[in-house]
Each structure stands twice: as C-alpha cells, then as structure tokens.
C-alpha cells in the first residue's frame, strides 16, 4: 500500500523567508515523487518531481525539493517567499508499476507580507 | 506537456439528476484519468480510462455512478448520476504524457460541482 503524509494543514511565512512544506511517503519498491500546486479556482499546476538522479530537485517557481531515502521524506522548499505563493500543495507518490498518483492531504501556504 | 479543457467548469444541480463533464486535451494520450476533490480535501482517484478498453474503477467507485467514456485519444467524459448533495465536488481530468524524464501528469482547470 501506498501513502503520503503531509503533516501540517497549514503554514505561514513571512515574505522573504524561507519555506518548507513537508511530505512524507510510504510505497513499495522505488517512488516516484511529486509536488503540486493548486491556485485559488485554478486546477493543479506541476511544480517538480523527482525520478531518480540528484536527490536534490529544481523545479518551476525558485521551488526544490530534496529526496531523502532514508526518512522517507520529499520536503518542498524555498529560500525565498513570495506573497503569490500562497496556495495549496499537493505532495503526490506514484507506486512503481502503477499509472495513477495518490495525494496527500494538502498544505495550505500562507505568504504575509 | 498538455493543455486540457474541461466542459463545464462548474454547474450547480438538483437532487436525483446527472450531469456529464467533458474533458479535452490538446494531444494524443493514452492514459487519462478522472480524480475528485471534495470540499476541504485532497484528490481521490474515481477511475483511469484508457482509450478502447473499460474504464478501471478504484475501490469505492462504480461504473453505474460514475459511468465513463472514452471514444479517442483526445477525449473523455465522466458522468455522475443520480446525484445527491455528497456529489459536491470538484471533479477533475488529469493525462499522462511521455517525456524524456519519465512520465508526467497534468490536470484539467476542474469542474466545480454543487449538489442541491
């Protein structure tokens, strides 16, 4: 079985500062990992995955995130906030062999300025 | 990567009634699925269509509610039947594209469903 843990609701930064949303995973044999981020009446928008390679991953926006095989974890980060990054983060695990994502609960991020 | 349109964006229905969604994409894909996203929470797989076989349900999920087709490559409908006030989601279309990384998935805008 599969599954994916966000364990904050909800995070709040201030703009400039860095930001972290947290994820993590449990799936059997290798995971492929995602990020996603849904805008306010948007549909989700691809942020970065993460395959195989460079645990550390570049993706659109200034985001990264770093693979950590050992805690399980897909951590989402930042080093420097905007106020148009508030929205809600999907982590998502696609299980090998299998076509489909499973999601997380979701963060919502709060940029103040 | 794929543009989708989804047909409506969002339709407010009476009890007992059905609506079907339309999903449109901008490319030839095999694997197309259909998630939703009920108020507050996160997304839930309803069923995967691949072009010219029956759509595969997830647990939870059944054909006679959700009834799916998938006449080509390029498109897809999902229709929720019968409808009660539970229904009330956001339904969302979502392809996988082949690329030089692996695969990717993308998702349509949504359908904003309201159950009355």
């Known amino acids: 079985a599969q599954s994916v843990a966000q364990p904050e609701d909800q995070v709040n930064v201030a703009e400039g500062n860095p930001l972290t949303v947290k994820c993590t995973y449990s799936v059997s044999g290798n995971p492929y990992l995602f990020w996603y981020v849904q805008y306010p009446n948007r549909g989700l928008q691809f942020l970065l995955k993460?395959?195989?390679?460079?645990?550390l991953v570049k993706g659109s926006y200034g985001f990264e995130a770093e693979f950590n095989k050992s805690q399980t974890s897909f951590h989402l980060k930042k080093p420097s906030a905007l106020v148009s990054d508030s929205a809600l983060y999907f982590c998502?695990?696609?299980?090998?062999?299998?076509?489909?994502?499973?999601f997380g609960t979701g963060t919502r991020l709060t940029v103040i300025p | 990567s794929a543009v989708i349109s989804q047909k409506p964006s969002r339709d407010i229905c009476q009890r007992g009634t059905s609506l079907t969604i339309q999903c449109q994409v901008d490319s030839q894909v095999t694997m197309m699925f259909w998630y939703r996203q009920q108020p507050g929470q996160s997304l839930t797989l309803i069923a995967t269509?691949?072009?010219?076989?029956?759509?595969?349900?997830e647990s939870g999920f059944v054909i006679d509610k959700f009834p799916i087709s998938r006449p080509n490559l390029t498109f897809s409908t999902l229709t929720v039947s019968n409808m009660s006030p539970e229904d009330s989601s956001i339904y969302l279309c979502s392809v996988e594209v082949r690329g030089a990384r692996g695969n990717e998935q993308f998702f349509g805008p949504g359908t904003r469903l309201t159950v009355l």
């Open positions: 998502a695990v696609r299980q090998t062999g299998a076509n489909n994502l499973f």
């Open positions: 269509a691949n072009q010219g076989s029956e759509a595969t349900y």
């Open positions: 993460y395959i195989t390679g460079d645990n």
